[in-house]
């Protein structure tokens, strides 16, 4: 006789549902950002599609508040929550790819690291994170910023369909002939309008790249010469500039380790024989400090920093958007680099445009189309006993950069403390994604995100 049920999400989920009583517990609720000790009521770790189903149903009927986590990286913590239902599609990781069509599509709970490892194998990629343990899911929906802007657009440019889940439990398939609406609000909207549980991208010829960090001393001349060079550059030269403490690596002298540098992430993806006129322009940038930079595997330049920003610190970022990289903000960048708090804490700058310039501002949710520069700063500590003076220190970065920046800034760089900047992050496409959020998730069921409210 078949043994009856009780629990209907058990009924429900095939995969694992882990509970505040299971030993697994606290494994399970942990995420990448230390700062957010969450306690949800339930996990439900999705083997299907079927179990997002199963699980978003269960939240609505029973009034629970819903985390959705992909890659767990969210900076503000919204993989995690208290007293609620925690949707983890971390074991939903495939990546197929299509070389003949040169798309590859991968579940909700892959990471670049999975992404990158499945389309090098046919010499192709898509703008991914720096990060391998990113998640494709979290990046893309917020946009996506990575090495490969300028030449291949954002991630969202690249998506050319989506299958989710949305609040009222149906299973729908998007692109530009298919509830191009929702399309739309998942390329740059967030986690707002549901659960996406596979993400279909167009790829790109990368296959080797020469690339690699480069450090100089904290000077505001190199920060002057680095911002020419990506003016100047073509879309095939990629460069983020970095400020950091010398890491202790062996291509850096000893007595530059601990102290503040200049760093600049370089990835070059045009023909091998400019190789060394690229090598010349980062030496021209200011005194070397250090470099290894060489040819290697597209995959590998996403791996560089993954050791020393592994799962278990604690974050606290801002995020902004600026059309110019102005003197003004050189100098706050450089006074404040002189100041890091710690060893895992840096500040990022993206370049952003190229291939992102050319898609307008309203034909996806990402607004900032007119946006040259994406900065991420803030700091990653390893105690908890230093997060206020973390927090007092990224906060007067922020406030001392706004004078030099736009408004709003980049979702995915933002902390739970941001939400007021949401309208602003938006801005021209607002109004608009809250008209898709009223037709597919009128009771704000995915409010775990930066908000868009209906």
């Known amino acids: 006789m078949t043994t009856l049920i009780a629990d209907p999400l058990e009924e429900a989920v095939r995969g694992e549902i882990v509970r505040p009583a299971d030993p697994s517990y606290d494994e399970a609720r942990r995420v990448y950002n230390a700062l957010h000790d969450r306690r949800p009521a339930v996990i439900v770790r999705a083997a299907d599609t079927a179990d997002a189903i199963a699980a978003v149903s269960h939240a609505r009927d029973n009034a629970l508040p819903l985390a959705v986590r992909g890659g767990s990286h969210a900076v503000a913590g919204y993989g995690t929550c208290d007293d609620g239902l925690v949707l983890d599609l971390g074991r939903m990781r495939g990546v197929r790819v299509d070389p003949e069509r040169r798309t590859a599509r991968a579940e909700g709970g892959a990471t670049w690291g999975d992404f990158n490892h499945a389309t090098h194998a046919y010499g192709l990629a898509t703008t991914g994170g720096v990060i391998s343990t990113t998640g494709v899911a979290g990046l893309t929906l917020g946009g996506g910023m990575g090495v490969l802007s300028r030449r291949c657009g954002l991630s969202c440019d690249n998506l050319l369909s989506a299958d989710v889940v949305t609040a009222d439990g149906q299973a729908l398939t998007v ?160 006074t404040f680099g002189e100041t890091i708090p710690s060893m895992e804490s840096d500040t990022a700058i993206f370049p952003i445009d190229g291939a992102c310039q050319r898609i307008g501002p309203e034909d996806t949710a990402f607004a900032y189309r007119d946006a040259a520069f994406s900065a991420a700063f803030g700091a990653s500590y390893r105690d908890a006993a230093d997060t206020e003076a973390n927090k007092a220190w990224t906060r007067a970065y922020d406030a001392a950069l706004r004078p030099h920046t736009e408004e709003a800034g980049y979702v995915n760089f933002m902390d739970t403390d941001d939400q007021h900047r949401v309208r602003a992050s938006y801005r021209q496409n607002y109004d608009r994604l809250r008209d898709v959020k009223r037709r597919y998730d009128p009771g ?11």
């Open 175 to 334: 692109d530009e002939d298919h509830h191009p609406d929702l399309f739309w609000a998942l390329r740059g909207g967030g986690g707002n309008f549901g659960v996406v549980t596979s993400f279909e991208f167009r790829l790109h010829p990368v296959a080797d790249i020469l690339g690699g960090p480069t450090f100089y001393p904290l000077d505001e001349d190199v920060m002057r010469r680095w911002r020419e060079l990506v003016a100047e550059a073509p879309e095939e030269f990629n460069a983020l500039l970095l400020l950091v403490l010398g890491p202790v690596v062996p291509f850096l002298p000893e007595r530059w380790h601990g102290r503040p540098v200049c760093g600049v992430l370089t990835c070059w993806t045009g023909p091998p024989e400019q190789d060394d006129r690229v090598r010349a322009q980062l030496d021209s940038l200011g005194p070397v400090l250090g470099q290894y930079v060489d040819r290697m595997p597209y995959p590998v330049i996403n791996t560089l920093f993954d050791e020393d920003l592994p799962p278990g610190l604690y974050h606290y970022w801002k995020g902004n958007f600026s059309r110019e990289f102005t003197d003004g903000a050189i100098e706050v960048h450089r």
């Open 444 to 454: 704000n069921l995915f409010r775990l995100n930066h908000n868009i409210a209906p």
